[in-house]
């Protein structure tokens, strides 16, 4: 258990910057901790790019004690494929597939995403294979 927030140290790495968040001058730090977990909440610089971001925690004295995970950096101009159905058909034949798509400010129709006449202001490339679909705009 940690008892103040003023000990926790968060330490952020994406490429060869590394930003450095420490609990006792970052006032957007936050810090939840009981016997069975500590949760600490704290805001990521911006990125310029997508990609993955390293997170180091840890206590102020307890340095070996070091909580690791990453985060995803994403654009949120681009479309993400949410899902897609159905995930195979015929070859011989054509096939209706149903995608949902999140983030798409920029499309005007939904026909646009799943063939027949693309919209002039954005390009849809969908990808099927056994695995996924992708779809990238």
Known sequence: KIANVTDVVVEITRGSTVT???GATDRTMAL???????VVTF???AFASEGTVAVAIWEVGREAFVG????TAIDTTKVILVSYFPTTGFADRT???????DRHNDLQLARDVVGRTPNANITVETTVDSLSINAAG
């Open 95 to 101: 096939v209706v597939v149903e995608v949902v798509l």
């Open 68 to 71: 690791r995970t990453t985060l």
């Open 20 to 22: 450095r968040l420490d």
């Open 32 to 38: 939840t901790s009981l016997i069975p977990q500590t």
């Open 43 to 45: 805001n990521t610089p």
